[in-house]
């Protein structure tokens, strides 16, 4: 069950990063990770547009904290962590990290 809806946010991630990618906003501390690990805003952006969905936490009634696995755009490991309003079409990239 829990995979089927992984997938299903998965999936609306892919959209949405796509789709939306104006309502993507980046926090001043994912912006410090990226800096200390050495990628771009579009290593990220790649992430969300191809990566997967591995943890999803309801935080409020509004709003998920979902963490994405996946390769930038030069195939290195990438996880990334946000905050997603389904509600309102926007998204906010929390954290960045190496797995």
């Known amino acids: 069950m829990a995979i089927a809806k992984l997938s299903i946010e998965t999936e609306f991630l892919r959209e949405f990063a796509q789709t939306y990618i ?22 990220v952006i790649f992430v969300l547009q191809n990566g997967r969905v591995t943890i999803s ?33 926007h998204v906010r990239v929390l954290r960045v990290y190496r797995f």
Request: proline share 2%; with cysteine; glycine share 10%.
């Open 22 to 43: 104006s309502e993507i906003a980046i926090t001043t501390r994912a912006m410090d990770d990226l800096k200390r690990l050495g990628v771009g805003l579009a290593d």
């Open 57 to 89: 936490n309801k935080e409020e009634p509004e709003g998920a904290k979902w963490y994405v696995e996946g390769n930038t755009c030069d195939g290195e490991n990438l996880s990334v962590s946000l905050h997603v309003w389904c509600d309102h079409y």
